[in-house]
């Protein structure tokens, strides 16, 4: 099974904190979601892949591996736990997608692609990965960002990191980007229950077929670092009145 879009438009993206939290927001969503957990959480691949194995037996495959915060020094983990693990879902930066493609080894895994807001409308940056983060910033039209993804094997534009609402502009026109091409959109980075309807409008109404909003540290427990299911389930109600 692939990931489960509502109506085939929109499948949520939020962090579980264990396993029995993992459940709780699974089945609060109504499936319509893929549960993410961090590699970065875990000092080495090979207790990430045995962690991740139960994730995948509660979630049905909807597992989403995550670099942990858009962390570049992650990228590698990632790659290396789609070896052994086939979530519907992977995470990973621009310049990691072919690898990751290739360690998981079929077409129906899911992966982003991070590129970040550059500050000027149509454009992205794309040097996301470990080295290329702290060289001159390659900034390319978003249209030659999607092409440049889909031949390396990814599946989608992880919009990274948004700040909410501040780059509205950008935003609309990496949507209408998306919607032009055919490509799943990703938004992501501070996302809350106050700015998630505004945030999906501007996607919806640019025309993208295929949403995945990542809701993270907004609607997570500060005590128990577990995902609120009652957000998750405010969160779906919106979607629903969307789409």
């Known amino acids: 099974m692939g990931i489960n879009y509502y109506k085939g438009r929109v499948c949520l993206n939020v ?9 709780e927001v699974y089945e ?11 590699s970065a959480n875990y000092p080495d691949v090979p207790s990430a892949v045995e962690d991740m194995k139960q994730y995948m037996d509660i979630l049905e495959g909807n597992l989403s591996v995550g670099l942990g915060g858009g962390n570049p020094a992650q990228w590698k983990a990632v790659g290396d736990i789609a070896k052994e693990i086939k979530a519907n879902h992977f995470n990973q930066v621009f310049s990691a ?8 080894g079929n077409e129906e895994a899911h992966i982003n692609s991070l590129v970040s807001p550059c500050g000027k409308p149509g454009f992205v940056k794309i040097s996301t990965g470990p080295l290329s983060k702290d060289c001159e910033a390659a900034i390319v039209p978003v249209d ?18 948004m700040g ?20 799943v959109m990703e938004p992501t980075g501070g996302i809350d229950l106050e700015n998630f309807r505004e945030i999906m409008e501007i996607i919806l109404n640019a025309g993208v077929e295929k949403v995945i909003p990542h809701v993270y540290s907004s609607i997570i427990d500060k005590e128990s670092g577990d995902t609120r299911p009652e957000d998750v389930k405010k969160l779906l109600k919106i979607v629903k009145e969307l789409v």
């Open 15 to 23: 962090l579980g904190g264990s396993l029995k939290n993992a459940a």
């Open 28 to 38: 609060a969503a109504e499936k319509h979601v893929i549960v993410g957990v961090l």
């Open 97 to 104: 997608v072919g690898y990751t493609r290739a360690n998981v």
């Open 144 to 161: 030659t960002a999607i092409a440049m993804i889909k031949e390396m094997g990814g599946n989608s534009v992880k919009f990274f990191p």
């Open 164 to 183: 909410g609402l501040k780059c509205k502009d950008e935003l609309k026109a990496v949507a209408e980007a998306c919607a032009r091409n055919e490509f």
